[in-house]
């Protein structure tokens, strides 16, 4: 699927999941950070799964395709479709970067690119604040004024997972949204493995 056609179908897919009223603040976020949405991977080594461009776009249409498919199997509550959905189409909208530098830029060493197979790296730290991914995506929403609810909120933070230290308080507590999106990305990562 060209960048293009994918780009409006993630997009429409997201809009979709607000209330009339709150799609003024999505669209204003599209409108700004949708070039460096389409063209930002999903990682910075060839091994993981999205590394080219459009990766974190395609990834983030997969992730949701695949928590709707576990929804269904597990018979969860159905209105956790629209949040699950909205969710696996945002949770690494961070990796884009902030309001003016990208998280990933092209990696401009051979050596890197030849015998470690990173085809990006990471942004130095004078041009990009550092922060998780997952906060990132957070400061981002908060800024476009984009309104999420907490279990929202809980599933962007623990969406990489329990092994990192600050969402480690959360195990076997946190929201099934949560559980959902780690479970799909889970499985599409090694489907693209």
Known sequence: MELEELWERYSDLLLSTFQDGEQTNVKFMLDELGERIIITPAGRLIREAGCEPGGMLRLSMQVASQAVKLLEAYDMQPELKRSVVKIALLHDLGKVG??????????????????????????????LQKMTVAHRTLYLLQHYGITITQNEWLAIQLAPGFHFEENRWYVHDEPSLARVIQHAKYAVSRREA
Not at 108 to 127: I, P
């Open 98 to 127: 902030d309001l003016k530098h990208d998280h990933f830029i092209p990696q401009d060493s051979d050596w890197h690119r030849d015998k470690l197979g990173a085809h990006y790296k990471f942004n130095d730290a004078e041009s």
